[in-house]
Protein backbone atom coordinates (compact mmCIF):
# COMPACT_ATOMS: atom_id res chain seq x y z
CA UNK A 1 0.00 0.00 0.00
CA UNK A 2 1.21 3.27 -0.84
CA UNK A 3 0.25 5.81 2.41
CA UNK A 4 -1.64 8.56 1.07
CA UNK A 5 -1.49 11.83 2.38
CA UNK A 6 -4.69 13.04 3.70
CA UNK A 7 -6.33 16.75 4.78
CA UNK A 8 -8.21 17.09 7.44
CA UNK A 9 -10.30 20.50 8.60
CA UNK A 10 -11.29 20.78 12.16
CA UNK A 11 -12.44 23.80 13.97
CA UNK A 12 -13.85 24.51 17.54
CA UNK A 13 -16.09 22.20 18.90
CA UNK A 14 -15.67 19.97 16.42
CA UNK A 15 -17.01 16.21 17.59
CA UNK A 16 -14.11 14.17 19.64
CA UNK A 17 -14.85 11.35 18.34
CA UNK A 18 -15.34 12.05 14.81
CA UNK A 19 -11.66 14.06 14.35
CA UNK A 20 -9.47 12.10 17.26
CA UNK A 21 -10.80 8.46 16.22
CA UNK A 22 -9.90 8.26 12.27
CA UNK A 23 -6.98 10.54 12.80
CA UNK A 24 -5.28 7.95 14.82
CA UNK A 25 -7.11 4.99 12.90
CA UNK A 26 -5.46 6.40 9.47
CA UNK A 27 -2.28 6.83 11.00
CA UNK A 28 -2.07 3.54 12.66
CA UNK A 29 -2.57 2.26 9.37
CA UNK A 30 0.27 4.09 7.76
CA UNK A 31 -1.26 7.11 6.39
CA UNK A 32 -0.22 11.25 6.69
CA UNK A 33 -2.76 13.04 7.74
CA UNK A 34 -2.59 16.61 8.23
CA UNK A 35 -5.00 18.57 10.69
CA UNK A 36 -5.69 22.18 9.79
CA UNK A 37 -7.75 24.72 10.86
CA UNK A 38 -8.48 28.71 9.42
CA UNK A 39 -6.51 31.01 11.50
CA UNK A 40 -4.98 28.49 13.44
CA UNK A 41 -1.09 27.22 13.36
CA UNK A 42 0.71 23.88 14.20
CA UNK A 43 0.80 23.56 17.61
CA UNK A 44 -2.36 25.08 18.13
CA UNK A 45 -5.32 23.54 19.49
CA UNK A 46 -9.19 23.20 18.95
CA UNK A 47 -11.84 22.17 21.19
CA UNK A 48 -13.59 19.50 20.97
CA UNK A 49 -17.21 18.48 21.84
CA UNK A 50 -18.39 15.21 23.10
CA UNK A 51 -21.79 14.60 21.25
CA UNK A 52 -23.83 11.63 22.66
CA UNK A 53 -26.97 10.22 22.63
CA UNK A 54 -29.32 9.65 25.79
CA UNK A 55 -32.59 9.45 24.86
CA UNK A 56 -33.26 13.06 24.45
CA UNK A 57 -34.78 14.77 20.63
CA UNK A 58 -31.52 15.22 19.77
CA UNK A 59 -27.77 14.46 21.29
CA UNK A 60 -26.41 15.90 24.08
CA UNK A 61 -23.03 18.16 24.46
CA UNK A 62 -20.42 17.68 26.82
CA UNK A 63 -16.66 19.60 26.65
CA UNK A 64 -14.35 16.96 24.99
CA UNK A 65 -10.26 17.07 24.22
CA UNK A 66 -7.90 19.34 22.53
CA UNK A 67 -7.33 18.86 19.16
CA UNK A 68 -3.47 19.37 18.14
CA UNK A 69 -3.30 21.25 14.85
CA UNK A 70 -0.55 19.82 12.60
CA UNK A 71 0.04 21.67 9.80
CA UNK A 72 -0.88 25.54 8.87
CA UNK A 73 -4.06 26.37 7.08
CA UNK A 74 -2.87 28.92 4.82
CA UNK A 75 -0.50 27.36 3.18
CA UNK A 76 -3.00 24.11 2.16
CA UNK A 77 -2.41 23.85 -1.18
CA UNK A 78 -4.95 21.44 -2.08
CA UNK A 79 -3.57 19.36 -5.21
CA UNK A 80 -0.64 17.89 -3.17
CA UNK A 81 -3.53 15.87 -1.20
CA UNK A 82 -4.64 12.19 -1.98
CA UNK A 83 -7.96 12.77 0.14
CA UNK A 84 -10.33 14.89 2.96
CA UNK A 85 -11.70 14.18 5.91
CA UNK A 86 -14.24 16.71 7.32
CA UNK A 87 -15.36 15.54 10.85
CA UNK A 88 -18.80 16.75 12.23
CA UNK A 89 -19.77 18.82 15.61
CA UNK A 90 -20.53 22.23 15.19
CA UNK A 91 -17.46 23.21 13.31
CA UNK A 92 -18.79 22.97 9.91
CA UNK A 93 -21.83 25.46 10.88
CA UNK A 94 -19.09 27.98 10.48
CA UNK A 95 -16.56 26.46 8.51
CA UNK A 96 -18.39 26.67 5.30
CA UNK A 97 -18.56 30.24 5.50
CA UNK A 98 -14.87 30.05 4.38
CA UNK A 99 -14.24 30.48 1.17
CA UNK A 100 -10.68 28.81 1.38
CA UNK A 101 -12.74 26.17 2.89
CA UNK A 102 -14.92 25.89 0.03
CA UNK A 103 -12.16 26.02 -2.76
CA UNK A 104 -10.78 22.97 -1.09
CA UNK A 105 -13.65 20.85 -1.31
CA UNK A 106 -14.80 21.29 -4.53
CA UNK A 107 -11.12 20.33 -5.58
CA UNK A 108 -11.40 17.58 -4.69
CA UNK A 109 -14.92 16.98 -5.38
CA UNK A 110 -14.14 18.02 -9.34
CA UNK A 111 -10.90 16.25 -9.50
CA UNK A 112 -12.52 12.76 -8.16
CA UNK A 113 -10.33 12.70 -4.79
CA UNK A 114 -11.49 10.30 -1.75
CA UNK A 115 -13.51 12.64 0.23
CA UNK A 116 -14.86 11.90 3.37
CA UNK A 117 -17.72 13.71 5.62
CA UNK A 118 -19.37 12.53 9.00
CA UNK A 119 -22.04 14.07 10.60
CA UNK A 120 -22.61 17.50 10.17
CA UNK A 121 -19.80 17.47 7.92
CA UNK A 122 -22.11 17.38 5.05
CA UNK A 123 -22.64 21.28 5.84
CA UNK A 124 -19.52 21.66 4.40
CA UNK A 125 -20.66 19.45 1.10
CA UNK A 126 -23.68 21.51 0.46
CA UNK A 127 -22.47 24.67 0.79
CA UNK A 128 -19.53 23.50 -1.90
CA UNK A 129 -21.94 22.70 -3.94
CA UNK A 130 -20.61 19.40 -4.54
CA UNK A 131 -23.57 16.78 -3.66
CA UNK A 132 -25.55 16.69 -7.26
CA UNK A 133 -26.94 13.60 -7.45
CA UNK A 134 -24.79 11.78 -4.95
CA UNK A 135 -26.04 9.65 -1.82
CA UNK A 136 -24.89 11.45 0.85
CA UNK A 137 -25.08 10.18 4.95
CA UNK A 138 -24.91 12.75 7.69
CA UNK A 139 -26.74 13.72 10.98
CA UNK A 140 -30.41 13.84 10.41
CA UNK A 141 -30.98 17.06 11.48
CA UNK A 142 -29.07 17.97 8.33
CA UNK A 143 -30.85 16.35 5.69
CA UNK A 144 -32.74 19.10 4.42
CA UNK A 145 -29.46 20.51 3.74
CA UNK A 146 -28.06 17.35 2.03
CA UNK A 147 -31.54 17.39 0.02
CA UNK A 148 -31.28 21.11 -1.26
CA UNK A 149 -28.07 21.21 -2.66
CA UNK A 150 -29.21 18.16 -4.65
CA UNK A 151 -27.95 15.16 -2.88
CA UNK A 152 -29.72 11.73 -1.90
CA UNK A 153 -29.87 11.34 1.80
CA UNK A 154 -28.90 8.08 3.04
CA UNK A 155 -29.65 7.10 7.03
CA UNK A 156 -26.26 4.71 7.39
CA UNK A 157 -22.69 5.18 6.04
CA UNK A 158 -22.38 4.93 2.10
CA UNK A 159 -20.25 5.03 -0.15
CA UNK A 160 -20.95 6.88 -3.82
CA UNK A 161 -18.30 7.67 -6.16
CA UNK A 162 -15.49 9.70 -4.43
CA UNK A 163 -17.80 10.55 -1.38
CA UNK A 164 -17.72 8.23 1.94
CA UNK A 165 -20.25 9.84 4.12
CA UNK A 166 -21.92 8.76 7.57
CA UNK A 167 -24.40 10.13 10.30
CA UNK A 168 -22.29 10.34 13.20
CA UNK A 169 -19.29 8.88 15.45
CA UNK A 170 -21.22 5.50 15.97
CA UNK A 171 -20.87 4.24 12.41
CA UNK A 172 -17.16 4.59 12.19
CA UNK A 173 -16.45 0.71 11.95
CA UNK A 174 -18.48 1.20 8.38
CA UNK A 175 -17.09 4.64 7.27
CA UNK A 176 -13.47 4.29 8.44
CA UNK A 177 -13.55 0.97 6.63
CA UNK A 178 -15.23 2.25 3.56
CA UNK A 179 -12.60 5.12 3.35
CA UNK A 180 -9.72 2.57 3.81
CA UNK A 181 -11.18 0.68 0.51
CA UNK A 182 -11.45 3.97 -1.48
CA UNK A 183 -8.17 4.78 -0.02
CA UNK A 184 -6.92 1.32 -1.22
CA UNK A 185 -5.17 0.60 2.13
CA UNK A 186 -5.10 -3.01 2.57
CA UNK A 187 -5.28 -4.34 6.23
CA UNK A 188 -3.51 -7.41 7.31
CA UNK A 189 -4.38 -8.61 10.77
Not at 152 to 159: F, L, P, Q
Request: charged share 15%; net charge negative.
Amino acid sequence: MAAKKILMLVGDFVEDYEAMVPFQSLLAVGHAVHAVCPDKKPGDYVATAIHDFEGQQTYTEKPGHRFTITHDFASVQAQEYDALLIPGGRAPEYLRLNPQVIAIVQHFAQANKPIAAVCHGAQILAAAKVLEGIKCSAYPACQPEVEAAGGHYANIAVTDKNFVTAPAWPAHPAWIGQFLQLLGTEIKL
